[in-house]
């Protein structure tokens, strides 16, 4: 028969077992489904993910509301979300993956195209107006906060008047093609730091580089 304290030492903890929810991220990348946006400057959130993968070995799973795939760096867990909503329903599907993994807002971080940053400036904040984005207009309606993170890649502005919706929705010029691999690894750099040295110190180190 074990004793009092036996049965104090016998017992499981919980949450011992389960991970710290400060410990998982959320990370959209913002973009349109499909193979005929593949490679258009809006779709830059779905190719830094991409990127991520590939270089972490792992796949996305189609899910509800948009492909996952998920890897583990330095104890913390980045769940990695590219909506299948078209990117002027992104909210949605952001809504539920924070509500279904249990993650807290401020360990959400959405990856957008910016036409008022030069192509491939990196700037990570913390909270902002949609500047006209409609992926970040619906996260922020659906989320009722302009305060999460937003982590924007500059796409330039480089159309004439009345040609912006055809500039997004282009293919990358061969110079910017040519630019894009080291861009892409200082954009999964950024990522990683966002979820191990926090988002004060990633903006000290990314913002502008």
């Known amino acids: 028969m074990l004793s009092f304290f036996g049965k104090i030492l016998s017992k499981k903890k919980p949450q011992e077992e389960e991970q710290d929810p400060m410990k998982k991220f959320l990370i959209v990348g913002l973009g349109n ?13 779905f190719k830094i993910l991409d990127y991520i ?16 795939a998920t890897f583990k760096f330095k104890g913390r867990t980045f769940i990695m979300l590219k909506p299948s909503t078209y990117m002027n329903l992104s909210g949605k599907a952001v809504n539920y993956w924070l509500q279904k993994e249990k993650i807290e807002l401020q360990n959400l971080l ?8 030069a192509f491939g400036t990196i700037r990570l904040k913390t909270k902002g107006s949609d500047g006209g984005h409609n992926g970040l207009k619906d996260i922020q309606n659906t989320l009722n906060t302009t305060k999460y993170n937003r982590f924007r890649f500059g796409i330039s502005d480089e159309f004439s008047k ?16 040519k630019e894009l691999p080291e861009r892409l690894q200082k954009s999964a750099e950024l990522v990683k730091s966002f979820g191990t040295a926090g988002v004060s110190n990633t903006m000290n180190s990314f913002n502008g580089k």
Do not use: C, M
Not at 33 to 45: A, L
Not at 53 to 68: H, N, R
Not at 110 to 117: E, F, G, S
């Open 110 to 117: 959405v990856i957008t195209d910016d036409l008022n940053l």
């Open 53 to 68: 993968a590939e270089k972490e070995e792992v796949s996305f799973s189609t899910e509800k509301l948009g492909d996952i």
């Open 162 to 177: 009345g040609q912006q919706v055809d500039y997004v929705l282009g293919e990358w010029g061969e110079e910017e093609r």
């Open 33 to 45: 489904p499909g193979p005929k946006y593949e490679n258009t400057r809006h779709n830059i959130g």
